[in-house]
């Protein structure tokens, strides 16, 4: 079992960064796939970023050159850092662990809002 929570959430104007944190509890963090997904009012959730145990990342077209993933495994700690925000950025941002079925996890949400 892992629990992951979410941190780092606010609000922020156009142009400017936030860096969200997703703590994982529980062990063998290194071998999971970590993710950040994202859900905005009336939408669908959708990908943002994923990061493999072997450290490749993959990101959604709508944000690559702005956000960056990277984990640290020491801390069983992913962070997704968020630059030059736009408002369409502005949702309910999700951290999910998967190593397979049935070992798949998701955190509560932190809410980004970009507005001026």
């Known amino acids: 079992q892992v629990q992951l929570v979410e941190s780092g959430g606010d609000l922020v104007q156009p142009g400017g960064s936030l860096r969200l944190s997703c703590a994982a509890s529980?062990?063998?963090?290194?071998?999971?796939?970590m993710g950040w997904y994202r859900q905005a009012p009336g939408k669908q959730r959708e990908l943002v970023a994923i990061?493999?145990?072997?450290?490749?990342?993959t990101y959604a077209d709508s944000v690559k050159g702005r956000f960056t993933i990277s984990r640290d495994n020491a801390k069983n700690t992913v962070y997704l850092q968020m630059n030059s925000l736009k408002p369409e950025d502005t949702a309910v941002y999700y951290c999910?662990?998967?190593?397979?079925?049935?070992?798949?996890?998701w955190g509560q949400g932190t809410q980004v809002t970009v507005s001026s």
């Open positions: 529980g062990s063998m963090f290194s071998f999971y796939a």
């Open positions: 999910k662990a998967n190593r397979g079925l049935p070992y798949v996890y």
């Open positions: 990061i493999t145990s072997a450290g490749t990342t």
